[in-house]
């Protein structure tokens, strides 16, 4: 298992070095920014969150992003976060939000992945996500993610890898963007960790069938 994982390993060093190298200009897809995003999502209102700091963005390397918190009626509340890169060719990546959080102070509890059914324009679909419980003190959060690109939504980094690779020699694309919901668990309940995640796939639900135009296909 060792030595495959780092064959494939070594083979998408070497792809992505292909991918770096293409001297092709790389189309900029047609798209809505951020800042267009309804406030308004079916129940929930957002708000937005203050701007991040600029180093901060400049580790992240995106080039449109957004930070809201959406509210229900009854004070439910989810964290929204996308991150949008137009290219990936000039070594600004999706940084994977688990690389994030050990600094943060955030220690993941469990890890799990979920299919989510949703809308989409073709039809019924579905969104792969990774699942994850973290705990930074008293305080425990469920985290929902996936890598969305070209209409196509992964849970796996890996294959989220080798659809960047493939999409840039085909397309000559390389744009993508990582979705992240976040549900705080309410603490000293016993159906806490699935209060918050009903609350995080609804929202899911909620949201996807809105990102096609900020998320080109």
Known sequence: MLGRSVVLFVMFLAAAGLV?????????????????FPSQVQRWTGQALPPMDAKVLAVLGVDDYLNRVYVLPDRAAVGLYVGYYKSQRQGDSIHSPLNCLP??????????FVSI????????AAVDANRYVIQKGLDRTLVLYWYQSHGRSV?????SKFFLIRDAVRL?????????????????AEDGEMRAERQAT???????PLLPAYLPS
Do not use: C, H, M
């Not at 600094?103 to 799990?112: D, F, M, Q, T, V």
């Not at 849970?155 to 294959?159: L, P, R, T």
């Not at 609804?202 to 996807?208: G, M, Q, R, T, Y």
């Open 172 to 188: 000559n694309r390389t744009d993508a963007a990582l979705v992240r919901i976040i549900a705080p668990i309410q603490p000293n």
């Open 155 to 159: 849970a796996s980094e890996y294959w």
């Open 103 to 112: 600094g943060a102070g955030w220690e993941p509890l469990s890890k799990s």
């Open 202 to 208: 609804d929202f899911v639900k909620a949201l996807f």
């Open 20 to 36: 770096a190298r293409q001297n092709r200009p790389e189309p900029a897809p047609l798209r809505s920014t951020f800042d267009r």
């Open 117 to 124: 059914p949703v809308a989409a324009r073709e039809g019924p």
